[in-house]
């Protein structure tokens, strides 16, 4: 399957800082990919989806000046979480989506957990 | 009604055992299902797609009833290395974004 890699897999910040995590595909090119955060035993939330140059789409609840996203390259969306606040601390993970000839797919990173202090 | 219901279990199965899940969607113009398995702390792995005519993937075989809108996810002489929790996921009309159910939970005892 299609690689997707995740930086950094673990994060712990204090309050009201900024972190940025990065995900990127490693042998594809990603026109789309996917943010979502996940809480212990919880579903996972689609947060927003990432278009390669242009502007992100934001699922209703979600901050688009908090939670900043960028898609400049076919291989590389971030997402900045500003001003984090420990009911921030949550299991963020992207995905990529992958074009079949039988449909898409959505291919995942490791994921980043980030613990706000 | 949730969009993508399923039974978070947990399911309790020996080894070897037949086990199987079903996941609810409520969107009928839904066209893509899947089922991801995911490992504690770990992300989501595609364990395979759901295609209308029914598909099997060794132990694993994936339904989907459209008539009743769900899916399902059989998993046949189940092994130790099977306990996760599974995922359904359903793309929502006509586009390519993904809903999530919260995840059945599978434990597999020797």
């Known amino acids: 399957g299609a690689v997707v890699s995740q930086h950094p897999s673990r994060v712990i910040c204090k309050s009201g800082t900024s972190v940025k995590i990065e995900c990127r595909s490693l042998d594809f090119q990603a026109t789309t990919m996917f943010w979502y955060r996940q809480f212990p035993k919880k579903s996972l939330m689609l947060m927003a989806t990432?278009?390669?140059?242009?502007?992100?789409?934001?699922e209703q609840g979600v901050e688009k000046d908090k939670f900043l996203i960028n898609h400049a390259s076919l291989t590389l969306s971030t997402l900045t979480v500003t001003s984090a606040h420990p009911e921030d601390s949550s299991f963020y993970i992207c995905?990529?989506?992958?074009?079949?000839?039988?449909?898409?797919?959505?291919?995942f990173g490791p994921g980043t957990r980030l613990t706000v202090t | 009604r949730k969009e993508v219901e399923q039974d978070p279990g947990p399911f309790n199965v020996p080894e070897g055992a037949t086990v199987a899940f079903n996941c609810t969607y409520s969107?009928?113009?839904?066209?893509?299902f899947f089922w991801y398995r995911q490992d504690c702390r770990k992300e989501p792995k595609l364990l395979m797609s759901?295609?209308?005519?029914?598909n099997e993937d060794g132990r694993f075989t994936a339904q989907l009833n459209r008539a009743s809108q769900y899916i399902s996810l059989l998993i046949r002489d189940s092994k130790l290395s099977d306990s996760a929790t599974y995922l359904c996921?359903?793309?929502?009309?006509?586009?390519?974004?993904?809903?999530w159910g919260a995840g059945t939970k599978l434990i597999i005892k020797p």
């Open positions: 759901v295609y209308s005519s029914g």
């Open positions: 995905s990529a989506r992958v074009f079949l000839a039988g449909g898409d797919e959505q291919y």
């Open positions: 990432s278009n390669e140059g242009s502007k992100a789409t934001y």
């Open positions: 969107n009928s113009a839904s066209q893509s």
């Open positions: 996921a359903v793309n929502r009309e006509s586009n390519y974004q993904l809903i």
